[in-house]
Each structure stands twice: as C-alpha cells, then as structure tokens.
C-alpha cells in the first residue's frame, strides 16, 4: 500500500521518481489502468474554490508532487514528501520505457505544429513505431467523446495530455470509461511546447531551488505574472494557515 499525505484537501502520493517508474510498469505489465496526475502550488490553489477539479485530482489513481514547493510544504507541515517527480522528467522516463517495452504512446494537446513536431521528435529518436497516434488539443466540448475514442482505439497503452488545467484533468476524467482500453493516462501541461523547443525550460540549478515558475514567469511576465506571483502568494497563505489550524 503507497502512503499518502494529505496536504491542502489532497490526497499525495509519497514517491520517488523511481518507485513512481516502477509502480507505473507493474500495472501495465498486469493490464491495469493507471490515471495519473501531478500538482503544484498554482494547482492546489485552485483546487481549494474549484470543486469539479478537486474531484478530478483526486479521484486519479497516482498523484505527484510536480512543484518543489509542494514538497518544501508538506515538510513545513510535518507531511514530508520524499521529492519531487516532475511531470516533464517522468514523461521523458515514460517515453523511455515505453520504447523498450515495445508500448506505444498517444499525444494529444498542444498546437497542431508542436505536437506534430514532438510526435517526429520521438519518431527519430525511438522509433516510428513508438507513436499510435497524435491530435492537438483544440476542440469543442461536443467533440471530447470522439476524441477520446480515437484515442482508445489508436492502440496505444500511454496516453500524455498536454492541455493546461483544468481542461485537461476534467477530460480524462469525463472520459475515462471510454479510456479504459489505455494502461496509462497522465496529464503534462506545456511539456510538448519544452519538447519541440517552443519554450525553453529552466536550468537545472534553477529546477532544483523551487525557482523553475521564476524562469517560466521571465519568458512570458504579462502572461504569467497573475499566474505565478499572485497564485504563489495564496499558496504560501493556504500553507500557514494549515500549520495554524491543523486542518485545511
């Protein structure tokens, strides 16, 4: 049984980037079905006022900490959290293992150029058999259902989602009956844009000191700026007031 802690009305997994591989390929290799999930600070915020949302999280079969301020809170708070597991690096580990088990992968979100482009990406770099199928992540609400059955039906037993939240942790649980054919399902935000070489992402001493949001919030300031510094704010807010009252 995987401990978990429960930090602002979730239900986080306490695993290392290893033991989060691992568990991922047992499931597979016994044609379970994982839904996965990552939440960070902007994420945990949200999930306080957005109730359809939490329900999605944490109705997911494996949650983990993407942001190294979650883990620097559920330290503060007594909840220690073993690391972070980075969406974007467990994708990548993911991807990896998908090659050399011979499983197949499906992306779907992004523009149509930079999905193609991920899509060729891994083709190149694995094999052009790795990738079932792939699909931007712009349609209309009428259209979930088709997708999700193209999904399903492509073959694939990994599925990344690289929509922003919370559309994309809403689709894959609207649709997860339909999805149930698929072994993996995750949510990765803007990975594919990281990928393609669209964005760049923060160096790795950056990653490290909880600063990556920072380097996120220099490329695109009047985009991010609500984002990052007013989201962060109630975050730390929502934090002490947990250590203050003992519940969330």
Known sequence: MVKKQNLLNTQIHNLTMQETLQLVAKNIEE???VHHVVVNAGKLVSMQKDLQLRESVNSS?????DGQAVVWASRFLGKPLKERVAGIDLMANLVAMAHEKGYKIFLFGAKEEVVKEVAEIY???????????YR????????????AQQIANSGAQMLFVAISSPVKENFLYN????LKKVNFVMGVGGS????????????KWMQNSGLEWFYRFLQEPKRMWKRYLVGNTKFIMLVFREKIFGKD
């Open 31 to 33: 044609e379970k079905q």
């Open 61 to 65: 079969d494996l949650i983990n900490a």
């Open 123 to 133: 083709k190149e770099q694995y094999s052009k058999n790795l990738v079932a199928g």
């Open 136 to 147: 931007n992540g712009y349609f209309k609400p009428g259209e979930e259902e088709q997708i």
């Open 175 to 178: 649709n997860r009956e339909i």
């Open 192 to 203: 594919f844009d990281v990928i393609s070489g669209k964005t760049k992402r923060a160096p």
